[in-house]
């Protein structure tokens, strides 16, 4: 890795770290695609396909909170997987993460002028053309140009910014939803309330498959522990919240629209939790609360993937994976200001290609997430096997079988992805955004040498004692 001496500075509390994950994994998501899981899985369909998700996601957050406590550096899954299988796997791992982030910034880039339009119906003028039949207007591609250039601002003028801002963010948004959580359990549901089950197991495989892109949040964490101002251990215990935490409000959202909205309703919705709520608290301004909130959703992922993306591509660059464009600090602001222009700049055109570009991130997002986790879980289970002296603050248990639990289930996640699957990818829109970003992977991967894994800066008592 490069010797440049740089350093970032540490200024993330505890607080901060678990907005930054929680905030980044319920974003805005919930809000526009509740309406598609229940008419696709039903009620409880829907809630078991999230606690499917949920549990794969736990126990991958299990091995990523022992390997961050382990391996405290920018770079996180790049930084394990390298230590365990080389430098050439970790290309792998961390361009496929890069994939997963930087389509869920391009997300929140078109899913801003959408939300938008709810409140404002009319606002659509200029049109300029249409592409898988969704039709794109100068106006609503402006909003969410708007936004990107917005977001990349607060990134490139430093950390402690950013963070203050996720903090008030998510602290609003977790409010909103709970508003519809409780409100939900407190309603007598409609008469032609949504099934328990809606196309059996086929449509919980439909809706799991959903879930990495959901739930992908709390790896953000180890993107930012070299800015991380708590002891290594707490920083596995705050990953492993994070997730229990966005796995029990995603479930409490799809009852809660449920019982809100029926089935007739549902189908007439654009945006399901926002009518959801107004039917509960029997006023349109219950909708309007709910945008609001979903705003805020779109605004915490969009920063929380725009810190931990442009920290891939930092530690790629120092790895020699990528040019060293990419891997410089900001010589004021300490942000790797390089990375979160590029990151901007590619979210700043997501809007031109209109609304449809939704769903394509998702998917094509959803499966370069999948495969990061599984060669992570696969390092989880290699170190174990080889360094079973290296420190370690957080032990994910005295055993591997959580690391291969972890393999298994990604594993079996990744193949409902592929052709012949009745959730694949579509063609040819989400396989070119895959196919596309791992073509252009190929190129950096012939140009990445095959160096050694150097140990990280770190004292090792220091580590073993779960202090810095």
């Known amino acids: 890795m490069s010797n ?6 540490k200024v993330l509390s505890s607080y901060d770290v678990l907005a930054l994950a929680f905030g980044a994994m319920i974003g805005w998501g919930w809000v526009v695609l509740s309406a598609d899981w229940l008419g696709t899985a039903g009620i409880w369909g829907s809630i078991i396909a999230f606690l499917i998700g949920g549990v794969l996601v736990l126990f991958v957050g299990f091995v990523y909170s022992e390997l961050t406590s382990a391996m405290p550096k920018t770079g996180g899954g790049q930084i394990f997987i390298h230590r365990a299988l080389g430098s050439k796997w970790a290309f792998v791992g961390a361009w496929t993460l890069a994939l997963g982030y930087v389509s869920v910034v391009a997300f929140e880039a078109v899913a801003l002028p959408q939300v938008i339009e709810y409140l404002f119906p009319n606002y659509k003028v200029g049109y300029l053309w249409t592409i898988a039949e969704g039709d794109v207007y100068a106006s609503w591609a402006a909003v969410g140009m708007g936004g990107s250039l917005l977001v990349m601002l607060f990134n490139y003028r430093g950390m402690k910014e950013a963070a203050l801002f996720q903090t008030i963010v998510t602290v609003l948004l977790a409010l909103v939803g ?101 039917s509960v608290v029997g006023s349109d301004w219950g909708g309007v609360v709910l945008i609001l909130g979903g705003i805020g959703g779109i605004l915490t992922s969009w920063n929380a993937f725009l810190i931990g993306g442009s920290r891939i591509l930092y530690a790629m660059a120092h790895a020699k994976m990528l040019p060293a464009w990419f891997g410089k600090l900001h010589p004021k602001y300490k942000t790797p200001s390089n990375a979160i222009l590029f990151i901007g700049l590619l979210s700043f055109f997501a809007p031109l290609f209109g609304r449809p570009m939704l769903v394509w991130l998702v998917d094509a997002g959803g499966l370069a997430i999948v495969i990061t986790y599984l ?78 894994f150097e140990n990280v800066e770190l004292n090792q008592e220091q580590l073993a004692s779960g202090d810095k």
Do not use: H
Not at 4 to 9: A, I, P, V
Not at 228 to 243: A, D, E, M
Not at 379 to 385: E, G, P, T
């Open 4 to 9: 440049e001496k740089q350093k970032f500075n």
């Open 178 to 278: 709970l508003f519809l959580i409780f409100g939900g359990l407190a309603v007598t549901p409609p008469a032609d309330q949504t099934p328990a089950f809606i196309g059996g197991i086929g449509g919980i495989m439909a809706v799991a498959i959903m879930t990495p892109f959901m739930f992908v949040g709390f790896d953000v964490i180890p993107q930012t522990a070299e800015e991380t101002n708590l002891p290594y251990k707490k920083i596995g215990k705050i990953l492993i919240l994070s997730v229990v935490m966005a796995v029990l409000f995603y479930i409490g959202v799809i009852f809660a629209t449920g019982q809100g909205l029926g089935q007739a309703a549902l189908g007439d919705s654009t945006l399901a939790t926002a009518d959801a709520l107004a």
């Open 375 to 452: 060669l992570v879980s696969i390092s989880f289970v290699v170190l174990r096997k080889r360094e079973p002296d290296m420190p370690r603050p957080f032990r994910a248990g005295k055993s591997s079988i959580i690391g291969y639990l972890a393999i298994l289930m990604t594993f079996g996640m990744g193949i409902l992805y592929m052709p012949g699957m009745p959730s694949a990818l579509v063609w040819p829109y989400e396989w070119i955004i895959f196919g596309g970003w791992m073509l252009i992977g190929l190129y950096f991967l012939a140009k990445t040498p095959k160096l050694p």
